[in-house]
């Protein structure tokens, strides 16, 4: 098993900044695909970022040019650095670790202001 632990979320007012940071308890195997998605209320969950274990990244439309995903292997961690924020990128943001099983953590809330 792996616990995927979230940090860094919180309430920004609109253009501002916030990094997501999520660590895994333990080391990954390789090939793996870590990613934040995010679900805002009354909505689906939907895919914000992913980065393979090889650095190959993909972005949702709506979040390019603003957010920038990065890991480090030998941390285990995955970071989400979300720039020019908009009020509709207010929602619970989850980590995601997918290694033949998927994962994910307990979600951290961000809120944008207008």
């Known amino acids: 098993q792996v616990q995927l632990v979230e940090s860094g979320g919180g309430l920004v007012q609109a253009g501002g900044s916030l990094r997501l940071s999520c660590a895994a308890s333990?080391?990954?195997?390789?090939?793996?695909?870590m990613g934040w998605y995010r679900q805002a209320p009354g909505k689906q969950r939907e895919l914000v970022a992913v980065?393979?274990?090889?650095?190959?990244?993909h972005y949702a439309n709506s979040v390019k040019g603003r957010f920038t995903i990065s890991r480090d292997n030998p941390k285990n961690t995955v970071y989400l650095q979300m720039n020019s924020l908009k009020p509709e990128d207010t929602a619970v943001y989850y980590c995601?670790?997918?290694?033949?099983?998927?994962?994910w953590g307990q979600g951290t809330q961000v809120t944008v202001s207008s």
């Open positions: 995601n670790l997918r290694t033949g099983e998927d994962y």
């Open positions: 333990r080391s990954i195997f390789s090939p793996n695909v």
């Open positions: 980065i393979t274990s090889g650095g190959n990244t």
